[in-house]
């Protein structure tokens, strides 16, 4: 049993600047909340919001649990954050998808849908984590609108190893290239931020048979600009991204509140411009952001920064 619930209206509250009018707003005044039987097509494309809460694939992957409860605290750092009327697209929060009895299958097979549904009727999806078990769902739900997809995961972890028994948090792009292989489709990965200690030699060995892309955390280090080509020359063969950020990608300083911390991982000045680049394509059309386990986090740190990645794409 899986349930889809309607967000709490009272995240969506904050401070009030009612003396600068339209030029004071922020998110919490500008978010409309909706339900799927209110859903219609837009003639220009807005955004989405869409929580996936599950922590059931961390579980799996004897990962610390705790992510099942970042959408809404992505919400809370959203909503105070500036609106800009004029130059921002129109933000809809459609809820959450909830697991019930830790079935994260049947929760999948509920976000395939809500996620082609929100793609056919024009919406840029945003995908609030959850896990990186979300990640597969969201891919899924792309390959009913789009044939040609190339696949940006900004990540310290390739995610490829091989389902034992079920799903986790750890397996989701290898199940994406198995379904590639099942359904006369190209597998094309891009993975960003990689840790050499991070992954063993058998998932370097897997990336490699998969022709995935890799580029090391070290190698950002070096040469951002570089990274920032290798994006572009990735994403000129496809007609849609799919893009997914692990926040474990970013160094434990400025993000602890992970299920697993990074050591010499990317700054957040890395990785948004990173994302940025990936924005410039205009390829994109769903973002996910994953693994925030806020009862790690501290002061909300990394709360904020998901926030701060998440304004990225509403200004696009």
Avoid at 149 to 178: C, K, W, Y
Avoid at 271 to 285: G, H, N, P, R
Wanted: net charge negative.
């Amino acid at each position: 049993m899986i349930m889809l619930e309607f967000t709490d209206k009272t995240i969506w509250t904050g401070r009030l600047d009612d003396e600068d009018g339209t030029l004071g707003l922020r998110w919490h005044q500008a978010i409309q909340t909706k339900n799927f039987s209110e859903i219609a097509f837009n003639s220009e494309e807005n955004i989405a919001l869409l929580g996936f809460c599950s922590d059931e694939g961390v579980r799996r992957n004897k990962g610390r649990i705790g992510a099942r409860n970042a959408p809404d605290q992505i919400r809370k750092s959203l909503a105070n954050l500036p609106f800009n009327k004029e130059n921002q697209k129109q933000i809809f929060d459609f809820g959450n998808i909830l697991l019930v009895n830790e079935n994260l299958e049947s929760a999948r097979e509920e976000q395939i849908e809500c996620v082609s549904t929100l793609l056919r009727n024009n919406f840029f999806p945003i995908i609030l984590g959850g896990g990186h078990e979300t990640a597969l769902g969201d891919y899924l739900g792309m390959t009913s609108q789009f044939k040609k997809i190339g696949i940006i995961n900004i990540d310290a972890h390739f995610d490829l190893r091989i389902p034992v028994e079920n799903s986790t948090s750890g397996t989701p792009f290898f199940e994406m290239a198995q379904f590639c292989q099942n359904n006369d489709r190209e597998f094309h990965y891009l993975c960003i931020g990689i840790q050499s200690n991070g992954n063993t030699q058998a998932l370097f060995q897997r990336a490699e048979e998969l022709e995935v892309k890799t580029i090391l955390v070290d190698e950002v280090h070096v040469d951002l600009n570089f990274v920032l080509r290798q994006i572009e020359d990735f994403a000129v063969h496809f007609d849609a991204l799919y893009l997914s950020l692990d926040l474990d990608v970013l160094d434990g300083a400025f993000a602890p509140g992970v299920s697993a911390p990074s050591v010499n991982g990317l700054t957040p000045f890395q990785v948004k411009s990173i994302l940025q680049k990936i924005i410039e394509t205009k390829k994109v059309k769903l973002f996910d952001v994953v693994e925030l386990n806020p009862e790690l986090d501290q002061d909300n740190h990394t709360a904020k920064l998901a926030a701060h990645f998440i304004q990225e794409f509403t200004l696009r």
